[in-house]
Structures are given as structure tokens and as C-alpha cells.
């Protein structure tokens, strides 16, 4: 009888004494927000004010903040496959926690996501954990392995937001402009990671003297904007879609701003690591602090804040890459790259805020609605009809970081016992409630 | 039975591992010297000390090694210890048994001192944070290798008498070299003058940062330098080619007469072993009684880990007599 009655569509919610914060819109005000049958009846200062219909179930917002939830672009799952590290279900609970109502995951499972089959198996996972929707990439070239193109077209049909070979640059020129020619045809987006693999080859982190003291061999800041400015040209000839991922670098970004204004069809993304720390957490051959592309000098990350204040920066991603113990409690050369950050996305993104670098609006243009326009879904805003994926948050709650309550199976984080500022307390997908924090 | 301390000297070194130099003071390291020194009578006069008598030494060695192995076997053997060597192929770790579970292992067994090598720069430091022993790097990757350097200058502060003042020039495959960042620590910090000589391919990058001068021409470099320390070319440990051919290295970086003569007369050669003669050193200069220090290097190996596992072992000692 249970399932019969979760079947029923949700009562119609009335979010109350909200301070409304809508980056479409431009919307920065206290209100109310009305949700029918999973999507947003309407929205503004008026709702509320004058009481609600009964047949409302009321959320007393207490004055926090309410804002769409966060698109979260870059997300590894590891299911199928690396179950030990992460499923779509452990995924799912941690973004809901985070305030992540959608997010992309990478084609890097294995199998990898290259057909047809891989896409439906996590639409269904998805599906069943019933929690934040899950979207995927499909792979640019079959198994990732930069040579043949994957079916690009029948993959968007099937689902595909965009398309990226993951952790993996598209190295070949050739295949690079093949991509993206094809791609254009129907409008693919293509994303990459920025690295020249030859001259990234057994890098542990970035170049510089740091790697020299500690005998790490060294990933020089070229390597990303040398990809970058090689796939600008590719993309000014075929008039294709392109978004870098995980910016990391000034000189990256430069790059970009200059394509932007030449009118390339070009956006980016960064992830917190690259505007909130630098190579020197690297210290003692800390492995958490082992990413991909690597923490670089403190001159970059001034640049990343920077750039993602500025707009240059589009998206703010978790760049979320669980990894058991064994994958990090080993020397940092063989450590595997990358950090968990679907729980941490939200409060250090929010650090920009209370430091003064960017305002709310903006930031949640970075952490939501840019980033559902570029994969073209319809949430990341409070239009009327637009899907109720919600978060409600406290904006000033100081507390810490605490990696023994993420509710993501890998707890591989450098950023345990962090003062944040920011905590979010109801996170709302389709007009569900898929998190409530503890009072 | 009980041993009389092998030293009056101050114990200044007061760390539980000997994993780098770097970060060591002058002081420290001034009285890991000294004690090294006053090893070298006993070694001479073949007198065996029971200082470690029942304690054990585990040389656990991820990385082929012959010389270093025997000098950390016959020093821990002078002192009286218990040594077993444990030779651990880097496929076997591939297998599955982690560098982690190889360390529990043996600390099950409670050795008092491990000497660990490893190919992979910081897992020394990994394993150390793990095990209950003292542990001694003896070299990992392309970071630390302590106790080489603390030997060359013993054998520099022997020829010389000092340490402070002298110009050394470090030349060859800086890139790869444990013992070239180890040996700028301890110069730097002692007082000395550096510099790197390389071609640029290996010369890492920063390194001006670490307060050495870079050079990457022989004869600049080597003007009027104190003491020539050439390194051995690792090529095991490239990711494809650094320089165009063994042949090509030695005509501009190999170390020949012609090359030395940039140096003072009396400039003092050394090589931390092994050898590749014919690439970066001649074999004419490298057996130059005159001017070759790299037997008295060796000799001098087996002091400096003597008077390590003494420094180290001294805690527990200290705690076995109250």
C-alpha cells in the first residue's frame, strides 16, 4: 500500500519567507515560491505575503535563502564498474546534501559510456535512487582512446547532454577537428580537458619548485593552454560548440577571454580546488591534494577566483572523483588524481561570496544557470514551468568541513576540518524534498 | 655488556626518522658529522662495538642496490645489530601487496631500525608514518638520499677541513638525482657555495631556488670550483630521451682533463657510484689517486650510517638502561 500512495504526485508546496535568489531573473528579494505537480507555479515578493490556500503544504523558510538547485557539469559515478568507490545511489544522497539537484556524470565507467546501452543502464540507476537527476556525457571517441569516433549522434539522441572523453585530452588534432566538425552538424557540445598529454607525461603535480624539492616530476602550466589554444583554432574552423573543462591556469584563461571576444562559441568551467587552494597543500606528498589538472602556484588560483567573478569562468563544477584508501594511500606518483566534491561545492563556491568576490546572483549563474544552458536543460532558474530543483540554504551558518559525515562512499578530500560559512538545510528535486538537514 | 656512549659530542640530532636533509639545521647536521668522523678509527682498527647488540636492522630495498645495501649491512654488522635484507622486486608490489601492507608486515615484527629504498619519491616518508621503528631513507625516487650526502661531506670536510666557503660544483642528471638535492641541502645549509651544471634538459626546473647557480656549460661552471661531484646519468629513470646520445653527453658534460682544468688544481672529483665511465666521467680522472675521492666516499658510507643508527637507536637505548 506504501508504493501506492508514494505513487501520488506530490501535494502543491508553498516555499515562504524566502530570500529568493533567481540568476535569470535577476531576482534578489524575500517571497515566496509556489510548486505544482514538480514545477514552479510561480515565484515573487507578493507570494505568501497574504496567506495560502490550504490545500499548500507550507515550508517556512525563515528568511535563507532559496535559489536553484546547483547543475553540477563534471561528476565522476563509477558505476558501473568501481561500485568499492561510489554508485549512482551514494552519488545521488551526497549531491542532495551538497544542494545538487542535477549533475552530468563522466563516460569514464567501465564499461565506458560510448554506446547506447551504458547510457540507458545509469538512466535507470538514476531512475531507481530516485534523488538528484543524473545526466551523462557521451565519450567523443570509442573507449576513450582518442582515435575513433564514438556515435555521436545516436548517443544525443539517446541522451547524451555533450560529449567528453573524461579524464583523457582529445589529443589528436585529426580526431579533434573531426569531432567537432561533426559535432556542429547537430549542434554537440564538445568538451575537453585541457592537457597536452606528451608534455604532461608522468607529471605528479605542478611544475615548479616545489616538484623539484620534493622530486615529483612536473606538469608545466603550458600544457593546458597550449590544448586550449590548439582546439580555439579547430573551433574557429568549424564553427563548433566547445567548453573547457577545469580551468586551472591564468594563461588558460586568457585564452579563453581573448576566443570570447572574438565570438568563438566558446565557454569553461573550474572546480573549487582551483580558486581556493594552491600547490603548496601538496606539502609533505599529500596525495588528497593530487588532482588532474595538478593545484598550481598562488598566482593562478588569484587568477581563477578571479576569472570565475568576472564571468570569464562560466561554470563552477565539483569535479567530483571518488577514490578508496588504496588509490591514495600509496606514493603520490602512483596516487590516482582527483578529489571528492559534491558536499563541498556549495560552501567553498560560497567563500567567494563572503569574501567579497563575487554576489550571490552571480555566483549562482556560475553554479546553476550557466551551466543548465549550455547542456540546454530547463532548470537553473524560476521561470513559471520551469522544474521546482530547489535549495534552501543558510548563508552565514559557520561550521567546518567534516568528511566523516559525507554521505559519498570515498571520503578522499583535502579540505577536512575547513571553516566554511554556508550550510544547506532542504534540498528539492522536481518538488520532492530529496534533503532535509538535521535541525 | 652495557656499551659506553660511542661519543661525548652533544646529541643534537633529536628526530625519530632520517628521511632528507632538508629542513635540518647546522647544528644537526654538524653532529651527525662529527659522529660520523669518530667512527672512522673503529672501522679502520676493525674494532666491532656492541652498542646494538639485540636490536634489529631491516634494510628494505624496493630498488636494486649493492653498495648501499652492503654499507647499511656492514655498519648495522660493526655495531653488533641483527640485519636481514629484504629485497622487494617493485613487480611483486604490482601483485597487489601495497607498500603499506609490506611496512605492517614488518613492523609485526619490531625491527628497531628500518633502511628503506624506494623508486618512488615521498615513499619513504609514507612508510614512516606507519611503523613504529626509526626509519632511514636510504634514497627514494628522485627526492632524498640523506645518508650520501652526509658521507661526501664527511670525505669534503676531511680533504678541506671545512665545509663553509667551499665552491662545489654538482654536475650531470640533476633532474633525476636524489643525491644532487640532498647534497644542495646540506651544502647550502653548511655554508657552501653551489652549482648546478647540466644540460637544460636536466636541470629541473626552479632549481635556482633551492640556492644554487645554474650553469649549462662545463668549463663556466667548473671555473674555480673547490670540488667536482658528478652524478651518474639515470637513465632508468627518463621518460624518453633527455640528451641525443651517451656519446654527445660525454663531449660537452662528461668529465675529462680538459674539462677539470676550468676547476682549481687541486679541485677534489667525487661520484656517488656507480660509475658510467665513458659518459659522464673519463676513466682516467675517476681513478686519479691525486684527485679522486670516490674510494674514500665509500669508505666514508659505512661511518656515516654507523653513527645514523646510533643517533637513531639512542631513544631506545636510553629508555632500555632506565
Known sequence: MAGRVAKLPPRPTAFRNARLIDPASGLDAVGGLLVVDGLIADVGPAIGRDGLAESFEIVECGGHCLAPGLVDMRVQLREPGEEH?????????????????????????????????????????????????????????????????????????????????????????????????????????????????????????????????????????????????????????????????HISTAAAIDAIRAAKERG????????????????????????????????????????????????????????????????????????????????????????????????????????????????????GRFGRGAPADLVLFDLERAGRIEVDRFRSKSKNSPYDGRPVQGRVLRTVVDGRTVFEAEP | MSPTPSSPAPLLYRHRHLLGIEGLTRPEIGSLLDLSESYIEPIRSKTKSALLVGRTVINLFFENSTRTRTSFELAA?????????????????????????????????????????????????????????????????????????????????????????QLVAICGDVLHSRVARSNIHLLTTMGARVR????????????????????????????????????????????????????????????DYGKLDAAKPDALIMHPGPMNRGVEIDSEVADDIDRSAIREQVEMGVAVRMACLDVLTRPLRSNAEA
Do not use: W
Not at chain 1, 554506446?115 to 535512487?129: P, S, W
Open chain 1, 264 to 379: 568563438l562559441k566558446v565557454t569553461c568551467d573550474t572546480a573549487p580546488p582551483y580558486f581556493t587552494l594552491n600547490e603548496t597543500e601538496v606539502g609533505d606528498y599529500r596525495t588528497f591534494a593530487k588532482l588532474s589538472p595538478p593545484l598550481r602556484a598562488e598566482a593562478d588560483r588569484a587568477a581563477v577566483a578571479a576569472a570565475v567573478a568576472d564571468g570569464t569562468i562560466d561554470c563552477i563544477a565539483s569535479d567530483h572523483a571518488p577514490h578508496d584508501q588504496e588509490s591514495k594511500r600509496v606514493p603520490f606518483a602512483l596516487a590516482a588524481p582527483g578529489i571528492v566534491g559534491l558536499e563541498t561545492l556549495l560552501p567553498l563556491s560560497l567563500g567567494l561570496f563572503h569574501n567579497g568576490q563575487i554576489g550571490l546572483l552571480e555566483l549562482f549563474k556560475r553554479l546553476a544557470r550557466s551551466p543548465a544552458d549550455i547542456l540546454a536543460l530547463p532548470q
Open chain 2, 77 to 165: 654488522k660493526r655495531l653488533g645489530a641483527d640485519v636481514i635484507n629484504m629485497q622487494v622486486q617493485a613487480s611483486s608490489i604490482k601483485k597487489g601487496e601495497t607498500l603499506l601492507d609490506t611496512a605492517m608486515t614488518l613492523n609485526a615484527m619490531h625491527p628497531d631500525v628500518l633502511v628503506v629504498r624506494h623508486p618512488d619519491s615521498g615513499a619513504v616518508n609514507l612508510l614512516s608514518q606507519k611503523v613504529d621503528g626509526a626509519v632511514i631513507n636510504a634514497g627514494d625516487g628522485s627526492h632524498e638520499h640523506p645518508t650520501q650526502a652526509l658521507l661526501d661531506a664527511v670525505t669534503i670536510r676531511r680533504r678541506r677541513g671545512r665545509l663553509e666557503g
Open chain 2, 196 to 255: 648546478v651544471i647540466a644540460p637544460p634538459t636536466l636541470l629541473p626546473a626552479a632549481i635556482e631556488r633551492l640556492g644554487v647557480e645554474a650553469f649549462t656549460d662545463m668549463r663556466k661552471g667548473l671555473k674555480d670550483c673547490d670540488i667536482v661531484m658528478m652524478l651518474r646519468l639515470q637513465s632508468e629513470r627518463m621518460h624518453g630521451s633527455h640528451v641525443p646520445s651517451t656519446r654527445e653527453y660525454f663531449h660537452f658534460f662528461g668529465l
Open chain 1, 85 to 245: 568507490k561510489e554508485t549512482i545511489a551514494s552519488a545521488s544522497l551526497a549531491a542532495a546534501a551538497g544542494g545538487v539537484t542535477s549533475m552530468v556524470a563522466l563516460p569514464n565507467t567501465t564499461p565506458v559510456v560510448d554506446d547506447m546501452a551504458g547510457l540507458e543502464f545509469i538512466a535507470r540507476r538514476a531512475r531507481e535512487a530516485k534523488g538528484t537527476k543524473i545526466y551523462s556525457y557521451g565519450a567523443v571517441t570509442r573507449g576513450l582512446a582518442g582515435k575513433d569516433l564514438a556515435e555521436l549522434g545516436l548517443l544525443a539522441e539517446s541522451g547524451a547532454v555533450a560529449f567528453t572523453d573524461g579524464l583523457a585530452a582529445i589529443a589528436d588534432a585529426r580526431v579533434m577537428r573531426r569531432a567537432l566538425s561533426y559535432g556542429s552538424t547537430y549542434g554537440l557540445l564538445i568538451v575537453q580537458h585541457p592537457e597536452e598529454p606528451q608534455l604532461a607525461d608522468g607529471g605528479a603535480m605542478n611544475s615548479g619548485e616545489l616538484a623539484t624539492r620534493l622530486g615529483l616530476a612536473g606538469i608545466p602550466r603550458a600544457a593546458e593552454v597550449m590544448m586550449i589554444e590548439r582546439d580555439l583554432h579547430l573551433v574557429a574552423m568549424t564553427g563548433a560548440r566547445y567548453h573547457v573543462a
